[in-house]
């Protein structure tokens, strides 16, 4: 596939690399010459000097033949001017912009426009990691509706299958994370003692399904009722 890359600081500048270490081609913009001093001397992608929403410069860089383009300057709303050019004029359907301001990617992602917020991402992954028992999303879809949200396995569920825990909550585990490798979970999948699990659930059902975790599993109290 070939992509553009509008910005070509830290971020683009690996980003395109990563693309074209994966086998893609690429067109990577920015409006200052110094800037593709980023790049390593074998860069072997387009190196463009303009603005990134120019539609000329976006066409040199082969925006009627690219299958996406990503939006990663230092300047929300450039980013947003890019994406939607990318979008709207040339109908490049996959568009990625970076966005700064966490309260403005919100809405840009509810309008439909995939965005990285940079701050927030960063402050949720650190969060994460100095909390015992973090309590966000991972992932929510632009409507607010559905939610992936990561839990540690407790206790009561040791040894209980995941179709186990799915059917209990009606959720869904997308994966499991063990022992700092992921796989997809199947009926026979039991959880194991720090196991993290990675549930689709609906967002108005997090804190029941936060409830069930940390109750014993309904078989658990048939089973001692025995």
């Known amino acids: 596939m070939h992509v553009i890359v509008v910005g070509c600081g830290r971020v683009g500048s690996a980003l395109s690399q990563q ?43 082969g925006v009627e033949q690219a299958g996406a383009v990503a939006a990663v300057t230092n300047g929300d ?39 990285v917020a940079t701050v927030a991402w960063t402050t949720d992954q650190v969060m994460r990691r100095l909390l015992p028992d973090p309590t966000g999303a991972e992932w929510t879809d632009p409507t607010a509706a559905v939610s992936i949200v990561e839990r540690s396995v407790t206790k009561s ?14 959720t869904r585990v997308a994966a499991v994370g063990r022992m700092g490798a992921a796989l997809v979970a199947s009926d026979k999948t039991v959880a194991q003692e720090g196991d993290l699990l990675y549930i689709a659930v609906a967002v108005s059902a997090v804190a029941e399904v936060d409830a069930r975790l940390q109750a014993s599993p309904a ?5 001692a009722g025995h």
């Not at 078989?219 to 089973?223: A, P, V």
């Open 219 to 223: 078989g658990s109290q048939r089973e």
């Open 157 to 170: 569920w040791v040894g209980r299958t995941i179709t186990e825990f799915e059917e209990e909550t009606g």
């Open 19 to 61: 693309l074209l270490d994966d086998g893609h081609t690429v067109a990577i913009i920015d409006r200052r010459a110094e800037a593709f001093r980023r790049l390593p001397d074998d860069f072997r992608g387009q190196k463009i000097q303009g603005i990134g929403f120019d539609r000329d410069r976006l066409v040199e860089a």
């Open 77 to 115: 709303n450039s980013n947003v001017l890019i994406a939607r050019v990318a979008r709207e004029t040339f109908g490049i359907e996959r568009v990625v912009a970076r966005i700064y301001d966490p309260r403005r990617a919100a809405i840009y992602q509810r309008l439909g426009l995939a965005t």
